[in-house]
């Protein structure tokens, strides 16, 4: 197998940046080292281009080597071109700029597996992204991201024109030894390229998998300003099977669960562990996403192995929708929360912001469990007086809501409830029960959820996070306080 190396551009003279891109900030980390560190996951080594040997010495680690380019200041094909004089005998260079963000180190794998792993590329020297027309950005290639054999060097230099200077020049003048790879289909949502600082200011919230960035008003005590706040990502993940013996294989929904992305493959074989479903590492044929073009999908199917059983009251168990959804917020309410209230009005349960900072401090007074245990969340239910209607204590965040709504429910006074106060983070599922009972604020003295935040908006509800002394962070409908 080729030894695989990947290549990082460092060099160039970023006149429109005014600075050295490389060493520009984003998200408290240089991007180079994003670059550097995105890379060294997929391939065997990474390797540096730069102008001078010791340029970034204060900011790669001991084990990343630096190669000077030949000819600086001259566009990344010089950067190339000392690449592949560095790469061993049979290598490939995985090459990309450190000027690009939100790339998938998983497509250039894929970039490397189109040039080394198929019988039809044997012959071909280069392996690039190329727009479909149908991408609506027009035909063409995205040469800064390519994987190249160091073969490609020696057939430069005796069989192509030295008046190349650009990538897509390089690409076209291989003509059918460059194989042209479809571009990922979320590049466009994802990728950002930074020229200017302006660029880089408008990806500063940019979101990760995990991490969603979202507007909010701040407050403390009378004082109002508006920043950006990251929120958890909460999405479902639908988990479905296919079970039995071949030839009468069944398929079932198991579950339907939510959870930050990422990491799935391993969320769900943890959760057929501890149902006992699996025990041995043979009891799985296959765990993935079912849009295999989509590792982000939020429907997985495991395929079972034949002699692995299923008991019947498992399946459905878990089941909070039957629909697949999407992976906006929209789809996944439309999927977990079909049959909604209406939305309540700005105008329902008003209150001021010193009210609402109270009410923190008469929760914890009356947690009588916690005092005893420091163990139990707590959901307390204040009507628009600021009174306490009802409180309850419960080792789960879900069943103390439960309680308090039920409670008040079953008393008929749900109507008077005006402020659900929660002394954990505020989920979804916490904000779909304020919804169904109508009450119009949620505060928490941790954070919300990207999905909780969907919610509050579309519901017509006040959500606050963060709530301590007279700080808070209002994610929705921040009207609903009158001072």
């Not at 560095?86 to 490397?112: I, K, R």
Request: aromatic share 6%.
């Amino acid at each position: 197998m080729a030894e695989v190396i990947a290549i990082v551009l460092a060099g160039g003279r970023s006149q429109r940046f005014g600075a050295d891109k490389a060493r520009a900030l984003w998200r408290g980390k240089p991007l180079l080292l994003h670059a550097v560190e995105g890379l060294a996951a997929v391939a065997d080594r990474v390797v540096v281009i730069a102008d001078r040997a010791d340029k970034y010495l204060d900011l790669l680690p001991k084990s990343i080597d630096t190669i000077v380019d030949a000819a600086p200041n001259q566009g990344p094909l010089e950067g190339l071109r000392a690449a592949l004089g560095y790469l061993p005998q049979g290598g490939v260079a995985l090459v990309a700029p450190c000027d690009v963000v939100g790339v998938d180190p998983q497509w250039l794998t894929q970039l490397v597996h189109n040039l080394t792993g198929q019988p039809a590329a044997a012959g071909t020297l280069a392996a690039a992204f190329r727009h479909a027309n149908s991408s609506g950005k027009g035909a063409g290639w995205e040469p800064l991201h390519g994987a190249y054999r160091q073969e490609l060097l020696a057939f430069w230099q005796h069989s192509l024109p030295a008046t190349l200077r650009a990538p897509h020049q390089l690409l076209t003048a291989l003509a059918d030894r460059a194989l042209a790879v479809g571009l990922p289909r979320q590049w466009h949502a994802r990728v950002h390229r930074i020229d200017t600082p302006a660029d880089l200011d408008a990806i500063a919230w940019l979101a990760t998998e995990r991490v969603q960035f979202i507007e909010i008003i701040q407050r403390d005590s009378a004082d109002t300003h508006a920043r950006h706040d990251a929120v958890a990502i909460e999405q479902p993940l639908e988990i479905r099977l296919q079970y039995g013996q071949i030839g009468g294989r069944q398929r079932s929904t198991f579950a339907v669960t939510l959870r930050t992305p990422g990491h799935d493959a391993d969320l769900i074989a943890g959760l057929l562990v501890a149902e006992g479903i699996l025990s041995e590492r043979g009891d799985v044929l296959r765990i993935g996403a079912c849009d295999t073009e989509d590792h982000e999908s939020a429907v997985w199917s495991v395929d079972l192995a034949p002699q692995v059983v299923v008991p019947e009251y498992l399946l459905g168990r878990r089941l909070a929708a039957t629909a697949a959804c999407g992976l906006c917020g929209k789809g996944s309410l439309d999927a977990l929360f079909p049959q909604r209230p209406r939305p309540l009005s700005p105008q329902q349960g008003t209150l001021s912001w010193a009210q609402l900072c109270e009410l923190p401090l008469r929760m914890r007074a009356a947690q009588t469990t916690f005092d005893e245990t420091g163990g139990l969340h707590a959901a307390a239910i204040f009507n628009q007086a600021g009174d306490l209607l009802c409180l309850r204590e419960d080792i789960g965040r879900h069943n103390a809501v439960d309680k308090a709504i039920g409670h008040l429910w079953q008393q008929g006074r749900l109507h008077e409830a005006n402020v659900l106060m929660l002394s954990g983070r505020a989920g979804f599922e916490l904000v779909q029960k304020a919804a169904m009972a109508q009450i119009a604020v949620v505060a928490a003295i941790g954070a919300p959820s990207s999905l909780a935040v969907d919610l509050a908006q579309e519901a017509g509800i006040t959500l606050v996070g963060f709530l301590r002394g007279q700080r808070g962070n209002v994610y929705a409908h921040g009207r609903r306080f009158v001072a």
